[in-house]
Nanobody, 125 residues
Framework: QVQLVESGGGLVQAGDSLRLSCAAS????????MGWFRQAPGKEREFVAS????????NYADSVKGQFTISRDNAKNMAFLQMNPLKFGDTARYYC??????????????????WGQGTQVTVSS
């Protein structure tokens, strides 16, 4: 069983930056592919970014390419999502997710077995 806890969300202005963190426990962290998803009110949860267990491969949604950066620190069992600059449309609850696997990190929600509770990001215009 894997436990995931997100932190770092908040209320910011458009143009600001935020770094979300995800602390993981329960399995060998480097065996886990990690992903970030987000869900805005009234919308489906959507893929944002993912990273392979060793951090050598990443995937991004087209909407955040060049704006968000996913990373991980396997020594600290942490994954991160650097977001800048933030836009009004980035307002959502952001979820960290994980699955046991190797190769290119997945984009599909169905690939992820474990999920955190989420952290709210609100961007004011």
């Amino acid at each position: 069983q894997v436990q995931l806890v997100e932190s770092g969300g908040g209320l910011v202005q458009a143009g600001d930056s935020l770094r979300l963190s995800c602390a993981a426990s329960g399995l060998t962290f480097s065996d886990l592919a990690m992903g970030w998803f987000r869900q805005a009110p009234g919308k489906e949860r959507e893929f944002v970014a993912s990273i392979s267990g060793r951090g050598t491969k990443t995937n991004y949604a087209d909407s955040v390419k060049g704006q968000f950066t996913i990373s991980r620190d396997n020594a600290k069992n942490m994954a991160f999502l650097q977001m800048n600059p933030l836009k009004f449309g980035d307002t959502a609850r952001y979820y960290c997710a994980a699955y046991y696997g190797f190769g290119a990190p997945a984009r599909a929600r169905s690939s992820y077995e474990w999920w955190g509770q989420g952290t709210q990001v609100t961007v004011s215009s």
